[in-house]
């Protein structure tokens, strides 16, 4: 009998299976409004999102740790035609790949734990298209986190109004 | 920029052949009452693909597929044709799965399991299941691992590749005009090959004018959805030499080779960096050739921009350097090293990967089906006029390379040779 959490995000339905241990926690620490990736026992490395074992060690021991959640822009998607009926009122909208401050060029140079998430307004609503606009590479976002149901959230990034911004680069229009 | 140890283990390079080649039309939908479904396309350019090597069913005892549970199996596709198989498997995979199915294909000859494999790919890529996930399948829910790209609106492959490409124009200042010369080129080869089902030339203001889909990807930097199968038939070079076809053999495949962390791979930079960065130091020294002395490439061009990385990636150029070179006219017939001339999945059709191989097969047996006239032996006499409607024969080619794509953290490639 399936206790499957389940929610509603931008209205469409969403769950996680009550076998996938390593979502459910990532998801619920989202609800209660920290987020946590795992550290593997081995290695002391973070990874990102949540896996089955370390990828440096194959090390099945991990625990959750809070981890600050802000960066930069480190490459992005900006959706001019939607698939998801969800999304076809909210074009454009930008898909971040956000490198966190947190353990950047670790265990290697070019590696770093890169979160994606939507660009929302600090309410959480899918960013208006003047705001889109404003964010590229480069950009200062901080986490905020969409409530799905009791049990799930949905973490998404917004402009970090209390960074010093750079000029971010943009696809040239 | 070659270098390579001609001297190197060969492993079974020229052992193998591709004896046959067939395909369907390529077409968007269907007039009614010319329907197919997965099982009928497949029974369709497998039966081609025996007559194109001269063979019959008593000939053909393997069989391989691939899908993303958007097609049919071996078993019917096999027993329509009258083929009693003693080696069949059916694959999960898309993009990149022909290069590495040959491969498989060898390998089960190999080792003693069957003589000869048909290898096929069906799809109803328009009239079905169409890849971005688009139709019914859009509105499903979102749930576990899906939660991390689905939830975003990020799940079509435009989509998803789009930080690598964006990524690309950031770090080597790569323009969307550069980029668009892949679709011009393709284009041209196109309007000369009377299957394709784009044939019309465009330009690059008709590329980067065209609408934006997701961005850097205007909709003329994305391929078109068909519906068609295909299939290559794969035997030692010593049974091809006696089928109907001219030889041509493998020199060397690599399959689905995949970079770390392949679950999310922005991860573990740099996130330009494509699979063909680890495959093509397994791919040129098992054959014993380097990108230099390739004639023809067939990079996948389910958009621009992953023929134009896989080019760099594999050596054609230097890394950062892609947009120069598929710029500069090399590409293109009539240039140093024309890619995709069939006109690829941007303009011929869509067949994850499958139609690249065939082409380039035409082209090393040198009888491409062009507009050109024959001669007075039934084949094509081939004017090498590349202008709109004429020629698109190579002019003697001697090796192609395949670079097939799933994803930027996987890839397969393929090198072959007339003769052996």
Redesign the interface.
């Known amino acids: 009998m399936s206790t499957m959490p389940q929610g509603t995000h931008l209205g469409m339905p969403v769950s996680i299976d009550d076998l996938d241990l390593e979502n459910l926690a990532y998801f619920r620490s989202c609800a209660e409004g920290v987020f946590r990736l795992q550290r593997g026992r081995r290695s002391g490395l973070l990874r990102y999102p949540p896996t089955t074992a370390c990828p440096w060690t194959g090390d099945r021991e991990y625990d959750w740790v809070e981890v600050e959640p802000r960066g930069a822009v480190y490459s992005y998607a900006e959706v001019h035609h939607a698939i998801q009926p969800s999304f076809r009122e909210h074009t454009p909208y930008l898909v971040l790949l956000v490198e966190l401050d947190t353990q950047r060029g670790e265990p290697s140079e070019h590696e770093a734990l890169r979160i994606i998430g939507n660009l929302v307004t600090a309410d959480g609503e899918l960013a208006p298209p003047e705001v889109v606009a404003q964010v590229g590479i480069g950009t200062r976002v901080r986490m905020v986190f969409n409530p799905a149901s009791d049990e799930i959230a949905i973490p998404q990034w917004t402009i970090d109004e209390t960074a010093e911004q750079p000029v971010p680069w943009r696809y040239p229009e | 920029m070659t270098d390579i140890d001609g001297t190197s283990p060969p492993y079974l390079r020229n052992r193998y052949a591709i004896a046959g080649i067939g395909e369907t039309t390529y077409q968007r939908g269907y007039a009614p009452g010319e329907e197919h479904t997965t099982r009928s396309l497949a029974t369709w350019a497998v039966g081609n693909a025996m007559a194109d090597a001269g063979i019959t069913a008593a000939d053909v005892d393997g069989m391989l597929s691939y899908s993303g549970n958007d097609s049919t199996f071996s078993p019917f596709v096999a027993g329509d044709l009258g083929i009693r198989l003693n080696f069949y498997m059916d694959c999960f995979g898309g993009g990149s799965s022909t290069e590495a199915l040959i491969g498989i294909a060898m390998g089960v000859i190999e080792a003693g399991m069957c003589d000869t494999v048909a290898v096929f790919r069906s799809m109803n890529g328009f009239s079905q299941v169409r890849i971005?996930?688009?139709g019914a399948r859009?509105?499903a829910?979102?749930?576990?691992?899906a939660?991390?790209?689905?939830?975003?609106?990020?799940?079509?492959a435009?989509?998803m590749f789009?930080?690598?490409f964006?990524?690309h124009?950031?770090e080597y200042g790569t323009?969307?005009e550069q980029v668009a010369h892949v679709k011009v080129a393709h284009s041209k080869h196109a309007s000369n090959n009377p299957k394709a089902f784009y044939n019309q030339r465009v330009t690059v203001d008709d590329v980067v004018s065209s609408?934006?889909?997701?961005?850097?990807l205007h909709l003329l930097d994305c391929c078109v959805e068909t519906d068609n199968a295909t299939c290559v038939i794969v035997t030692s070079a010593e049974r091809a030499r006696d089928m109907r076809q001219p030889l041509v053999t493998i020199r060397s495949v690599v399959g689905r080779c995949s970079k770390?962390?392949l679950?999310?791979h922005?991860?573990?930079?740099?996130?330009t960096r494509v699979a063909g960065y680890y495959a093509k130091d397994i791919l040129w020294p098992n054959a014993g050739v380097g990108p230099d002395e390739i004639d023809i490439t067939g990079s996948y061009d389910a958009f621009t921009f992953t023929t134009m990385l896989q080019l760099e990636e594999y050596g054609f150029c230097a890394k950062g350097e892609g947009g120069g070179y598929v710029s500069s006219g090399i590409i293109e017939l009539g240039g140093a090293r024309p890619n995709n001339t069939s006109g690829g999945h941007l303009c011929e059709g869509y067949t994850h990967g499958m139609s690249m191989v065939i082409e380039n097969v035409r082209q090393l047996r040198h009888d491409i089906d062009d507009s050109c006239p024959a001669g007075p032996d039934g084949r094509r006499v081939h004017t090498y006029d590349y202008a709109e409607g004429g020629c698109r024969q190579v002019r003697n080619p001697e090796l192609t390379a395949n670079l097939g794509w799933a994803m930027p953290a996987t890839g397969s490639a393929l090198v072959m040779q007339k003769g052996w």
Do not use: E, F, N
């Open positions: 971005g996930g688009t859009a509105a829910p979102v749930s576990g691992d939660l991390h790209g689905r939830a975003y609106g990020w799940g079509s435009g989509q789009a930080p690598t964006m990524r124009m950031y323009t969307p609408r934006m889909v997701c961005k850097p770390p962390r679950d999310m922005y991860q573990h930079g740099p996130i």
